[in-house]
């Protein structure tokens, strides 16, 4: 604890001074009862909070409150002791915590905390905190009433470059102006990007607010949204003032590369504090006339350092990527105890909540121009195309929405079937395809039978494709479980389950090339996540369809590419930078799937259900080299420049490679390095005379 007293200062709390009580759990730290710690949610932040608070001395996670909670995961991490219940209430009202954390999707946050509050925690809320500004501060406003404590999860705040930032202003100067700069990635195929721009939003808005007051001085007067410029491609632009000092948020989710940063300019140097490496450029003074030769090599070296220094720390570190979030759980708790100001004031969670709203209007109105136009492209593509023919009975499809669903959903409604497709929610108009029904349904929650009214044929492409053992049980195993079942009680009798061809046992163990009699590598998480999730829905829809009187037949595609908007597989090598590492010898074949391929070939199962193959291993028929496959990418990206990485070296550097990460970096399943791109071998007998029986697209192209 005394890091954060000598880094932060004892009782005067990080962003300004709040009104503090003692809690129940109130004291020293070596003589007063461990904080009792609830948590309310479990997902992939939830984790992450749970392996920052077992870090913490004297505070113990007594309940987690998840329905959707896997004890699995969850055991390791919390004590013997620890309840995991179903809801919020008996959360707090049986177990009765001290603090809770509250890690769920945003739009439950404002009732929760205020439920919490209520049952006197203290509450640390994930961001983004609220959706609107009201709702802040009606959560600050009874944490007041009541004496407890709130912080947002504005954890950046708390990394080292913000804090080396803050010990170095008076260097600078008076501060003239604060940039804020983060580009991200689409991290889910779930959402909009408007949605994900809002969701990252908070971390380059509450640093900006933070260096805005500490700049001005000002800790009162309301922060002007001078302009705003934001698209529905999630970009934003945004002009911010207090008093003499201007601010500058920049989130986009198309500039590259990744990167997030804070630039404080003043009248006697500049501070660039990033967070992608961890480090800090500082450039005191004025940098003019003879000076201003020095720059660039100071910048350099500092960056050179400061990387150095932050990279060494990612992967030495035992708190890992997240630091900030267990400083800031750290000195939360520390404030409750000491009975001090919380590490961050009301008035700094108000701000960022009231101007991120005043953003995400912006990208909503944006957003809301876009859809229009493309509901009217929709409706009038829908009434161009000949209309369904209701007597096949409708195909019911799932992932609809993804990679492969989407040119099989556009296949299927062009060959004059009735289309309808379950997604977690009805996508946006420009997500659509014409003359298909959407409808909602979150699979690994159960599936109503009504949704399969009127469906003859079930073709099942959604699966999770990120997270752990967790993710993979509910919506790629559980979810197959309840479609499959809810088929059966339909009266669907035809089902299609799209598998991958990474469930079957690789070639070294078979002692061959890989065939549809080859079997299902089932009950092996060492292949990872999504491998094991994809060979246990395999394994478990083919017995539910014979119990079920299901005719079950399984499609397995190859590494899906999309040769009209071409991106590497995984296996084809890495993108590092300027370069792309090509793994691999250039002559050497990778077997792939083009994502219209499979279309055509589903659609034919669609229109031959009994005379298709039961299993088929779904390869392009002759498989590309990987230099065509290079040349494919060089296409859109001739930026790249290619360096080849033979494969023979690869597997020598394998071994060493697993050593390193084992011993060194401590990881109990190290990768397969080498097994991450070798090529198996396949024959493609089946697949060539299914991709010819399917015959050219059906698609009119307009």
């Known amino acids: ?84 219940v179903k809801s919020a209430a008996e959360l707090l009202e049986q177990i009765k915590p001290d603090v809770v954390h509250i890690v769920t999707p945003q739009f439950t946050h404002t009732e929760l905390a205020l439920q919490a509050l209520r049952a006197g925690c203290h ?100 922060i002007t949204l001078t302009a705003v410029d934001a698209s529905a491609a999630g970009d934003v632009y945004a002009l911010l003032r207090l008093g003499k000092v201007t601010g500058l948020v920049t989130v986009t989710l198309s500039g590259r590369p990744v990167e997030q940063f804070q630039n404080i300019i003043g009248t006697n140097g500049s501070i660039r504090a990033d967070y992608i490496i961890g480090g800090v450029v500082h450039l005191s003074g004025p940098g003019d006339s003879v000076g201003v030769l020095f720059t660039p090599y100071r910048r350099s070296s500092q960056t050179v350092a400061g990387a150095n220094r932050g990279i060494f720390n990612l992967f030495t570190s035992k708190v890992g990527s997240y630091r900030g979030l267990k400083v800031l759980t750290e000195s939360f708790y520390q404030s409750i105890r000491d009975r001090t100001p919380a590490p961050m004031s009301p008035s700094h969670i108000v701000d960022t909540v009231d101007i991120c709203e005043r953003i995400g209007q912006a990208l909503d109105a944006s957003e809301a121009i876009v859809e229009s136009a493309a509901e009217q492209r929709v409706v009038a593509l829908e009434r161009a195309l000949p209309p369904a023919d209701r007597e096949r009975g409708v195909v019911l499809v799932t992932g609809g929405t993804g990679m492969l669903g989407k040119p099989v959903v556009t296949e299927l409604r062009h060959a004059g079937f009735p289309v309808r497709v379950l997604s977690r929610r009805v996508p946006k108009p420009s997500q659509r395809v014409a003359g298909v029904e959407y409808l909602p349904c979150d699979l690994g929650g159960g599936v109503d039978a009504t949704l399969l009214d009127g469906v003859s044929l079930v073709v099942h492409c959604a699966a999770e494709t990120a997270g752990g053992k967790d993710e993979h049980i509910r919506n790629s195993i559980t979810a197959t479980k309840n479609l499959i079942e809810a088929a059966a009680r339909a009266g669907t009798k035809r089902f299609i389950h799209v598998s991958s061809v990474a469930v079957l046992k690789p070639g070294r163990q078979v002692r061959g090339p890989i065939d549809e009699q080859t079997p299902v590598d089932a009950d092996n998480l060492g292949r990872g996540p999504y491998v094991w999730g994809k060979a246990e829905s395999e394994v478990l829809v083919q017995k539910l369809g014979r119990d079920l009187g299901v005719d079950v037949k399984v499609v397995r595609p190859g590494p899906l590419v999309d040769y009209a908007d071409f991106h590497a597989a995984g296996r084809l090598g890495r993108e590092l930078g300027p370069w792309y590492v090509a793994i691999g010898g250039r002559h050497s074949p990778l077997s792939v799937c083009d994502v219209w391929t499979g279309a055509r070939v589903i659609r034919s199962y669609a229109t031959s259900f009994d005379q298709a193959p039961p299993v088929l291993n779904m390869l392009e028929g002759k498989s590309p080299t990987r230099k065509e ?32 990460q084992r011993f060194l970096l401590g990881m109990k399943k190290p990768m397969d390095v080498y097994g991450a791109f070798a090529s198996e071998r396949y024959r493609t007998d089946l697949a060539n005379t299914t991709i010819e029986r399917a015959g050219p697209s059906v698609i009119v192209r307009r």
């Open 123 to 222: 509450v640390y809320v994930e961001k983004p905190f609220t959706p609107t500004r009201a709702d802040a501060e009606r959560i600050v406003a009874l944490a007041q009433e009541r004496g407890l404590k709130v912080v947002a999860g504005h954890q950046v705040l708390f990394e080292l470059p913000n804090q080396i930032a803050h010990e170095k202003l008076p260097e600078i100067g008076d501060v003239v102006h604060v940039e804020s700069f983060f580009s991200f990635r689409m991290v889910r195929r779930t959402i909009t990007r408007v949605e994900q721009c809002k969701d990252i939003l908070p971390h380059a808005v509450y640093p900006l607010v933070d260096h805005l007051r500490r700049a001005s001085g000002d800790r009162e007067s309301p």
């Open 629 to 660: 496959l290079v040349t494919r990418m060089l296409e859109h990206r001739p930026d790249l420049k290619v360096i080849w990485f033979p494969g023979w070296l690869l597997r020598l550097a394998n071994g060493p490679a697993m050593l390193a």
């Open 1 to 84: 604890m005394g890091y954060i007293r000598a880094r932060f200062g004892q009782g005067s709390g990080l962003l300004g001074n709040t009104d503090g009580r003692m809690s129940k759990s109130s004291g020293d730290v070596g003589s007063s009862p461990a904080l009792r710690v609830g948590l309310i949610g479990s997902g992939k932040m939830g984790i992450n909070h749970l392996k920052a608070i077992r870090m913490i001395p004297n505070a113990e996670v007594v309940g987690i409150a998840d329905p959707a909670a896997n004890e699995e995961t969850l055991r390791p991490l919390i004590p013997a002791g620890a309840r995991i």
